[in-house]
T-cell receptor, first 116, second 114 residues
């Protein structure tokens, strides 16, 4: 089974702190994603990466950055956390092989971040 | 720009009754469409996907969806709902033909009454 693991399920951070959310996948997938989920807004794409050291902005990249130094790991960084970044963060991955537009995107269980 | 609309925020269905969750998309070319389910506090699980061929797609847990190009719709159906189907359901479309990321609707919460 594909496994996407988010190391922290629940975090509480203070305003202004630098926050790292870590994600690891074990299927040698090329693509990795970070989404943010808020009630009534669904999932919104923050950043994605289609290869090591490559990244693309999604729909809401402001206030976030990412790092992909190894194929299996994709980190989301909040440089200076703010209360409006309190949310559920979902990491995901997919393969680029075959017909990539039809490839399944696999999700982690999410990281609940509260910024106080 | 591509977008996905799920018109129903919350639906309640009696156990054993049929279910239809609506999804409309906006996309210029042939869309690649997905339905995901999320149980409380969990990540998303793929129910089914469409990217070509037969417009009626079968998925896991007894779900199916029908792609209707003329109506720009991809509605999810199940003939008989079980209490364990209570969850949030998301429709999604691939952002482009390369399909590296998905655009999600805002979700429909399904409650099942006994």
């Amino acid at each position: 089974d594909v496994k996407v693991t988010q190391s922290s399920r629940y975090l509480v951070k203070r305003t202004g702190e630098k926050v790292f959310l870590e994600c690891v996948q074990d299927m040698d997938h090329e693509n990795m994603f970070w989404y943010r989920q808020d009630p009534g807004l669904g999932l919104r794409l923050i950043y994605f990466s289609y290869d090591v050291k490559m990244k693309e902005k999604g729909d809401i990249p402001e206030g976030y950055s990412v790092s992909r130094e190894k194929k299996e790991r994709f980190s989301l960084i909040l440089e200076s956390a703010s209360t409006n970044q309190t949310s559920m963060y979902l990491c995901a991955s997919s393969s680029r092989q075959g017909k990539p537009s039809g490839n399944t995107i696999y999700f982690g269980e999410g990281s609940w971040l509260t910024v106080v | 720009a591509q977008s996905v609309t799920q018109p129903d925020i919350h639906i309640t269905v009696s156990e054993g009754a049929s279910l239809e969750l609506r999804c409309n998309y906006s996309y210029g070319a042939t869309p690649y469409l997905f339905w995901y389910v999320q149980s409380p506090g969990q990540g998303l699980q793929l129910l089914l996907k469409y990217f070509s061929g037969d417009t009626l797609v079968q998925g896991i847990k007894g779900f199916e969806a029908e792609f209707k190009r003329s109506q720009s719709s991809f509605n999810l159906r199940k003939p008989s709902v079980h209490w364990s189907d209570a969850a949030e359901y998301f429709c999604a479309v691939a952002r482009n033909q390369a399909g590296t990321a998905l655009i999600f609707g805002k979700g429909t919460t399904l409650s099942v009454s006994s």
